[in-house]
């Protein structure tokens, strides 16, 4: 007796009823601000380059054109002028987990890929940094 197989192309019960998320991103801010472990890293500011890209539940509604149906981006970038603004950081890679908090704390981001960049370390690289991706199920 052979074994059924599944059928093709029928829709799950997930699939039936949560839309497909869609994604905000935010390319190329940069922010002169005061992040290092040197000691003139302590005192003088460095441009740093951010992206972020988050996976948003939901799906906006065209036809309703208001931005009370979408995560705002102009949100997620003053909560990121707000996380250098207070102060200095020693690691980019600290810098990027407080962005990742700060995103994933929207009820409606599923994940979010956070690259912090340095621009001036050296000479001969267009800058150096860390990309780091962090989703809802590793946050509860």
Do not use: W
């Amino acid at each position: 007796m052979a074994a059924k197989r599944p059928r093709a192309g029928k829709p799950t019960a997930r699939s039936e009823s949560l839309p497909e998320p869609y994604h905000i991103f935010i390319r190329d801010l940069v922010i002169e601000a005061l992040v290092g472990v040197y000691p003139h890293e302590h005192r003088q500011v460095q441009p740093i380059r951010v992206n972020v890209e988050l996976e948003v539940r939901g799906r906006p509604d065209p036809r309703r054109d208001d931005i009370r149906g979408v995560l705002s981006y102009e949100q997620v970038i003053a909560g990121i002028k707000a996380v250098f603004a207070a102060g200095h950081i020693s690691l980019v890679e600290t810098v990027a987990e407080r962005i990742a908090e700060l995103c994933l704390a929207d009820a409606r981001v599923l994940a979010a890929r956070i690259t912090v960049e340095k621009l001036r370390v050296e000479p001969l690289a267009a800058g150096a940094g860390v990309a780091i991706r962090r989703s809802r199920q590793a946050h509860g």
